[in-house]
């Protein structure tokens, strides 16, 4: 794996970014083994990392027949064309393994239309390099080769099959919105946040569901919805893609229309990853997309997951090494500066269900309160042999 430090990122930044793809290189079933790193201005428009480095790389691929080389940021198809020519083995940027993942995810024809129109785009661009071997030949008159024209062809099929995807999203995207309109006008909830946070562990927790949860990233791809009903008020709950930094450009204008289900939430449920060391840099990522799609401004109940897998790192006066700590208690938490800044915020494990049933009051509190308003004279029945389950 290879990152650059710049002006815009600093040394720790990249560091974090690089554990990060180590995650995704992993989920994608690679084995990182290696990190190079640089400090640049700027990129090399020609190879990325200087040409110094860059033969570092190359060495040590050679040395431990080294199969696979991915950067942390995007790569100019040049770029991407001039480091495989130089390293002699495939090479992926950030964005490429993403779309390798989402790919390997899609399940429903929605997410594998969406993941597939974004390849294509990606792809677009860079079509020259898979067409080396067409390229014109050097010479005067009499001595062009058919590259051009090839590639000219590839570039019509690509682009009739980018028209082709984004006609069959439109009407996807007409019957998914047909689906949400038959749903009536019951109260709606969607749970948002990084990728990895506990998402799906949550929604099966409260929907009594079973959506697929897994510790990679992106484990789920496709917008669940469930019917809900706590404490005799229904309700609909949505579990939706995972956010990450640096998410590809492609990928974001293709799974817009997923993220409908979050526009038009009456309620969000932002959940958090509380032990992972960067966790207001992922709240600020999702905030961010949350902000693009028009959605920051909607009630949101702030739910910081993982507390049993929390530590913290002090130094006591005296002592010779740091110790790490894990004694955070719920009074604790509920102290916290994240408690003070974020109203309303609960703290739990959903892995352990520690917490859980402050979390589901809360829950019912912010549902009830726009419930009543949208059914100010609905009458809760009396009758306690009614059944209340989800399928009902």
Known sequence: MAGLITRNQTEQMLDEYLDELAFLAETAGAIPVK????????????????????????????????????????????????????????????????????????????????????QYQYLLPRLTRMWTHLERQKGGIGMRGPGESQIETDRRIIQDKI????????????????????????????????TNVGKSTIMNLISKSEVFAENKLFATLDTTVRKVVLERIPFLLSDTVGFIRKLPTQLIESFKSTLDEVREADILIHVVDISHPSFEDHIRAVNETLKDIKSLDKPTIMVFNKIDAFSYVVKEEGDLSPVTRENFSLDDWKRSWMARHNDPAVFISAANRENVDQFRKILVSEVRKIHNVRYPNFLFAEDESMDYSEES
Do not use: C, W
């Open 35 to 118: 990190r190079f790193t640089q400090k640049l201005d700027h990129p090399d428009s020609r190879t990325f990392m200087g040409s110094g480095k860059l033969n570092e790389v190359i060495e040590y691929i050679k040395a431990e027949s080294i199969d696979l080389l991915i950067f942390d940021d995007e790569l100019s198809p040049s770029q991407l064309r001039n480091v495989e020519k130089l390293a002699g083995i495939k090479v992926l940027d950030r964005n490429s393994l993403i779309l390798d993942i989402f790919a390997g995810r899609a399940r429903t024809s929605h997410a594998k239309t969406q993941v597939e129109l974004a």
């Open 163 to 194: 028209a082709l995807l984004k006609e069959k999203l439109r009407h996807i995207d007409r019957q998914m919105a047909t689906q949400r309109k038959s749903r009536g006008e019951l109260v709606r909830v969607a749970l948002v946040g990084y």
